[in-house]
């Protein structure tokens, strides 16, 4: 069986991590987002096509033709011309029966073997705003209807973006229309499958959707399951709590509940709550955590659920800073001797 990984989106909510990598290289629990899912397809599929685009060489350079025992093909979506897009030009590469997934959330292996039992089939699962993603409208665990991002309460029931098709799909793509968004939505094609076809429901045990910088600590915590990970050659001369740190590290501060990549120092009297730091920084100062903070995110200001200190992207020197919950550093920046109350860019 192959799988069909969608993986070339450029994902401003999740900046600014995203700008010196794509989405699915961040990493959660020390392994990218596009390693837990390869992982997790081991023994299901033993090909992968990962259609990409924003910063395709270094996925490419990441993964090269083979991850495990997947091999692993690359298709170029030129343009961001929606899902649906992304899919077709994958299209000469795929076989029969098929995943598709997105590349950017994290599956479990347990939910897609449950997928994989049917002919077709959708993982679904309830949320708290559904009007952010494609809403699922089951009769009897038989897809009868799908809506991307409705503005009207339909169901709590939500689309994770994985299925299970085959190539029956494609025939669906070359008849779609356009969506408001301009777009060629997957949700369209899955709806006009389903006139002919009975798609399956299947409800996720674990699914970890990664939209917003703050998520992937969420997934984090879900995947260390309250054990701290620490990667290959990092020095912990401070105290490391609940918290997942890269390779290369050196830590003399105090870390907790955070994420720390790669090639990065936290300096001694640092103290560094519920929050993500990128590769190669250097930070020396302290980073308060708080409930309920805010962030903007493509000029609209986002509540955070739950507590949040800060995201410090690739490449930043700070020395002698406080910075306050929901904020964010641009990456290659120099901050120091200040207090932080608002984003870095």
Known sequence: MQAVILAAGKSTRTCP????????????????LLEHNLDNLSGIVDEAVLVVGYKKEMIKEHFKNKYKNIKIKYVWQKQQLGTANALSVAESHVKSEFILMAGDDIYSGSDMQKCIKHKYSILTAKVKNPRDFGVI??????LADIVEKPQKFISDLISTSFYVLDNQIFDCLKILKKSERNELEMPDAIRLLSKNNKIHCVKSRQWLPVGYPWDLLRADIALRKNKTFVGNNSKIYGKVKNSSIGDNCIIKGIVEDSIVMDNSTIGSKSAV??????????????????????????????????????????????DNVMINPGCKIWPGRSISNKTVNEDVA
């Open 273 to 318: 709550k519920d929050s993500v730091i990128g590769e190669n920084v250097c930070f020396n100062g302290k980073i308060n955590s708080g409930k309920n903070a805010t962030s903007m995110v493509n000029n609209k200001k986002i509540k955070i659920n739950g507590r949040f200190g800060a995201v410090i992207a690739d490449n930043v020197i700070a």
């Open 17 to 32: 991590l995203t700008i010196t990598k794509p989405k699915p290289l961040l990493k959660v629990a020390n392994k990218t």
């Open 137 to 142: 409208v089951e009769k009897n665990g038989i």
